[in-house]
């Protein structure tokens, strides 16, 4: 079946911009993640949701970053007025159930902030 | 705060030769430990999950092992290809404490194998 789909692959941005990033999680998944992994560093963790609401999102590394899904499906990860150390790959994974559940990642979305 | 570490950073063998991969972890409270292979430009693959009662986990070349009280896991590859040239992920989920829904990362090992 379909895996975790994310859209852009790639997305270049000027700095002050503010850019979306979308995340598919596999049909039937009620649990969404999303982590960064930066240039030299481990993959974060952001923020996770289960259905609709996000109980932990202490993650996001500041008020520029937001996040929300809809529907119990589609996720959208927003970060305004884009910062050069945004720069990084945003990876989104689901999970079926319970967070104890296997995570299934996404291809990612590369950012580059000029 | 779990952290979780893995040596060597990269590493470059001959095709044919078996290898092992490290990961220590700072709180045994582990739920499960997993390894993901990431390919430049792509996502993670999954490649074994290992819960926190289980002392290996094998897949075809590969083969994960896991001593929880001593916070280490191994993952073994036997007679490497090309082709298993990839950074390495290792990844802990915390059994308790309310986080038991995020993945903790190493930084990774860069694996190259040449042909």
């Given at each position: ?10 997305k ?7 850019v ?46 937001s ?48 | ?30 739920y ?20 926190s ?7 075809g ?49 860069l ?5």
């Open positions: 079946g379909a895996g975790v789909s994310q859209s852009p692959s790639n270049v941005t000027e700095k002050g911009k503010d979306e990033l979308r995340c598919d999680p596999i049909s039937g998944h009620t649990a969404l993640y999303w982590y960064r992994q930066s240039l030299g560093q481990g993959l974060e963790f952001l923020i996770y949701f289960q259905g609709n609401s996000a109980p932990d999102k202490s993650g996001l590394p500041s008020d520029r970053f996040a929300e899904r809809t529907g119990g499906s589609v996720s959208t990860l927003t970060i305004q007025r884009t910062q050069q150390e945004d720069s990084a790959v945003y990876l989104c994974a689901s999970s079926l159930v319970r967070t104890i559940d296997e995570q299934y990642f996404g291809p990612g979305t590369r950012l580059t902030v000029t | 705060k779990q952290e979780v570490t893995q040596i060597p950073a990269a590493l470059s063998v001959p095709e044919g030769e078996n290898l092992v991969l490290n990961c220590s972890f700072t709180d045994s409270a582990i499960n430990l997993q390894w993901f292979r990431q390919d430049p430009g792509k996502g993670l693959t999954s490649l074994l999950l290992i819960q009662s289980q002392r290996e986990q094998t897949s070349r590969l083969n994960a092992s896991l001593d929880k009280s001593s916070g280490r896991s191994t993952l073994y590859i036997a007679a490497s290809q090309p082709g298993d040239s990839a950074t390495y992920l290792c990844a802990v989920k915390l059994s308790s404490g309310g986080s038991n829904y995020k993945l903790t990362f190493g930084k990774g090992t694996l190259t194998v040449n042909p």
